[in-house]
């Protein structure tokens, strides 16, 4: 069965420190991944997504970054956090149709609280 | 941009009635899809109604989509106090690719 792993669960970290969130899936191949942000009360805003190794897609220029080094390994990255990056990032995986669109179910993992002071 | 609107924000109801959880979308869609969130929790999915259909059913779950009214609702069925949680809607919008979540429906079910 697919399974998908995000950390740290928690944590808080000063203005201006780096940040790394990081996400793994197990038991698919070739997901599309995506990372939302959810601000507290609020819905989800799309930050990035990807359909495949080295592919990348933004949605909204900002202080962050995404990377995906491998098939089910997901990235989030701040070199300089600000305080309005604080949050509830929560990475997803849906399956990809051989490059065919697919916007199926998504799996979402357990988030990431951030907290910038 | 937000593609999916929920209707109400908050909800509260009595355990065993129904609650109704309205959702407005912009674009033409491929299918809309409803999620459900515990507090401090991932998204869990719950349905999916592609955009040639008009209802759907999952238990107690009944989702209805009108793409020339460009809406959605879910009404939860004879709820329960551990269905209290957020409800979000999401669509595909322009995009195969993506989702597009609303800003949910905070639901209350008070025991």
């Known amino acids: 069965s697919q399974t998908i792993h995000q950390w740290p669960a928690t944590l808080v970290q000063p203005v201006g420190s780096p940040l790394s969130l990081e996400c793994t899936v197990e038991?698919?191949?070739?997901?599309?991944l995506y990372w939302y942000r959810q601000a507290a009360g609020r819905g989800l805003q799309l930050l990035f997504y990807s359909v495949g190794i080295g592919q990348i897609s933004s949605e909204v220029p900002q202080n962050l970054s995404a990377s995906r080094p491998q098939d089910r390994q997901f990235i989030l990255s701040s070199k300089k956090l600000l305080l309005s990056d604080s949050g509830f990032y929560l990475c997803?995986?849906?399956?990809?149709?051989?490059?065919?669109?697919?916007?199926?179910?998504?799996?979402f993992g357990e988030g990431s609280r951030l907290t910038v002071l | 941009s937000q593609q999916g609107e929920e209707d109400p924000q908050a909800l509260s109801i009595q355990e065993g009635e129904n609650a109704t959880m309205n959702c407005s979308y912009k674009t033409s869609i491929n299918n809309l899809q409803w999620y459900r969130q515990n507090s401090g929790r991932g998204l869990v999915h719950l349905i999916l109604i592609r955009s040639n259909e008009r209802e759907k059913h999952s238990g107690r779950l009944r989702v209805t989509l009108d793409t020339s009214k460009k809406s959605s609702s879910l009404l939860i069925t004879a709820s329960r106090a551990a269905d209290t949680a957020s409800y979000f809607c999401a669509t595909d919008g322009d995009s195969s690719y993506k989702l597009i979540f609303g800003s949910g429906t905070r639901l209350l079910v008070r025991p």
């Open positions: 038991g698919t191949s070739n997901p599309n």
């Open positions: 997803a995986w849906g399956s990809s149709s051989a490059g065919a669109p697919n916007t199926g179910e998504l799996f």
